[in-house]
């Protein structure tokens, strides 16, 4: 939630943050009440609205409210959740394509839902950030992706070198319900808050087939497991879940122990130890029997890095393992930006310069190609991307200039000499990746 909420919503959050914080025994009792409060409802439309976003199963959009009036629309939420009469509707789903060339599955809520989500998210975000470990990095304030791959960085330049990469399978279709409801009531004693949170697990989802047909199925509910993907409060309860693993991790001892730390974000998390990563495995596999999630076996495996092997494994996007200095050839452990990215950021630049964009100009072109790099460029800007920005910022001016010359309809062979660098970078304003400022871990 990128809005800073009102000072009034600050202040409450606040009082529930430092209460948890200063008394991790505390249970609260009366926080439904505030989840409509006028002035949380009403950020947490303005959060929602801001997000954007579709329409769900009932087809009202944010203009449609709008024109109905946001503040008798509240009204209408407001007087649901007063009555408790409020019900969530189906979630529509859809599927977005994956860079492997699979689907990946999306929960459309209701605008209404969403709303109402965002402002449970205001109330009970703070209550839980106290409790979530240093090692979780998704989804909070003061903490991104970045921070993850940093810290793993850390961990294998200071002798942690031998890594559990673990993967699970459909961690946020996984998660059951019973064992996700004591994580929260171990917090939260307010019945009709954990009711609502209840009624989110077990929603519905709706899909259309390739003929039009509408088909509604209740999994989450039958079996007792799944979070909502794409709902306000999912990574939350995300979060929450996998908290158990990596408290437990600690308060077992494994981490002292076998001297093996966690690096979580959201499912993806990787174990860095130093000489016991077999054992590491083994105890992460027992333990997630226990919480009930699988491993996903083809994709979890060991790894060593160092500076005297090949070795390497990716997170987050970065791989991590030896790289060699450019100006020394001296080999160090380092991050760079995995091939797999690399390759995504070049067929998305392929996309844009396709030849039946030749209806566009030129400076349209130019902004959206723009756009993609510098948005891959804030993301991977650490450790030693010089080479894959050479490798991009080539790739851009190749096909740069093949759309130019296709444009034109000059002769092939003709584009290097009408089209040099110096035309794609100053004259039409192609970013040059290389020579942007980078971090080092």
Not at 310 to 320: H, N
Not at 324 to 330: K, N
């Amino acid at each position: 939630m990128s809005l800073t909420p009102p000072d009034s919503v600050q202040k409450l959050q606040k009082t529930l943050h430092d209460k948890a914080k200063g008394s991790p025994d505390c249970r609260f009792h009366s926080l439904y009440d505030k989840v409509y409060r006028r002035d949380v409802l009403a950020h947490a439309y303005e959060v929602c609205r801001n997000n954007g976003g579709a329409a769900g199963v009932d087809g009202r959009t944010f203009e449609d409210i709008e024109a109905y009036g946001v503040e008798r629309w509240l009204d209408d939420r407001t007087e649901e959740l007063r009555n408790k009469t409020y019900r969530p509707k189906a979630v529509r789903r859809v599927w977005i394509p994956k860079p492997n060339g699979g689907q990946r599955p999306l929960g459309i809520p209701t605008i209404a839902d969403r709303v109402i989500q965002t402002a449970a998210l205001l109330v009970l975000e703070p209550i839980f950030e106290a409790d979530l470990q240093p090692e979780q990095h998704a989804y909070r304030a003061g903490k991104n992706t970045l921070d993850a791959v940093n810290c793993v960085h850390k961990l294998v330049s200071t002798g942690h070198n031998e890594v559990v990469d673990a993967d699970l399978k459909g961690y946020f279709d996984t998660i059951p319900h019973a064992e996700l409801m004591k994580s929260l009531a171990r917090r939260v004693s307010d019945g009709p808050m954990l009711h609502l949170l209840k009624m989110w697990l077990e929603t519905a989802v709706e899909e259309r087939d390739e003929r039009g047909r509408v088909r509604r199925t209740t999994r989450n509910k039958d079996e007792g497991r799944g979070t909502p993907q794409g709902a306000p409060i999912s990574p939350l309860l995300s979060n929450l879940y996998m908290r158990r693993f990596v408290l437990g991790w600690k308060q077992l001892g494994h981490a002292e122990r076998l001297r093996a730390h966690i690096v979580n974000y959201a499912d993806d998390f990787v174990i860095c130890c130093r000489g016991s990563a077999h054992q590491a495995l083994a105890i992460m596999r027992g333990m997630m029997a226990a919480l009930r999630l699988r491993v996903n076996d083809e994709k979890t495996r060991l790894c060593r890095v160092g500076v005297d092997t090949d070795e390497t494994f990716d997170f987050l996007g970065y791989t991590i393992g030896r790289c060699h200095s450019p100006r020394t050839g001296r080999a160090y452990i380092g991050t760079r930006p995995s091939a797999r990215k690399i390759r995504r950021c070049k067929e998305r630049i392929s996309e844009l310069t396709d030849r039946r964009g030749l209806g566009g100009s030129a400076a349209e072109l130019i902004a959206a190609i723009n756009r993609a790099l510098r948005g891959w460029w804030n993301y991977f800007r650490l450790g030693h991307a010089t080479p894959a920005y050479r490798a991009l910022d080539a790739h851009a001016r190749a096909r740069v200039r093949r759309w130019l010359r296709l444009k034109h309809k000059a002769p092939k062979g003709s584009e290097y000499r009408r089209f040099p660098d110096t035309h794609l970078h100053d004259r039409l304003g192609l970013v040059r990746l290389v020579g942007l400022k980078r971090s080092f871990p």
